[in-house]
């Protein structure tokens, strides 16, 4: 009942910048954790960064910190990933994810994200 669709991935040169949108929509109060994870081909899904829905608790992987900045929006069920310095080895396909308790999660489609010159 909860659907997540991730969007403003792309193509990019080393050193740029990217903003990635994360929309839910269905029933998502109360969540508990809501963020961003990539996959590059070949290797397994990672955490990057994820926000808590109340008192806010903001987690980054040591890959992207001072990086990476994650932002969330609850009135419009909305999370963001402002990526700067953007690295070559930043690219895979970024999928955004809601978590209610560790039996109950949710992903969005993915979107790629190519750095590249």
């Known amino acids: 009942q909860v659907q997540l669709v991730a969007s403003g991935g792309g193509l990019v040169q080393p050193g740029g910048s990217l903003r990635l949108s994360c929309a839910a929509s269905?029933?998502?109060?109360?969540?508990?954790?809501i963020g961003w994870f990539r996959q590059a081909p070949g290797k397994a899904r990672e955490g990057i960064s994820c926000?808590?829905?109340?008192?806010?608790?903001?987690y980054y992987a040591d890959s992207v910190k001072g990086r990476f900045t994650i932002s969330r929006d609850n009135a419009k069920n909305m999370v963001y990933l402002q990526m700067n310095s953007l690295k070559p080895e930043d690219t895979a396909v970024y999928y955004c994810?809601?978590?209610?308790?560790?039996?109950?999660?949710?992903w969005g489609q993915g979107t790629q994200v190519t750095v590249s010159s």
């Open positions: 994810n809601i978590r209610y308790s560790l039996q109950s999660d949710y």
């Open positions: 269905g029933s998502t109060l109360d969540f508990h954790t």
């Open positions: 926000i808590s829905r109340n008192d806010p608790n903001i």
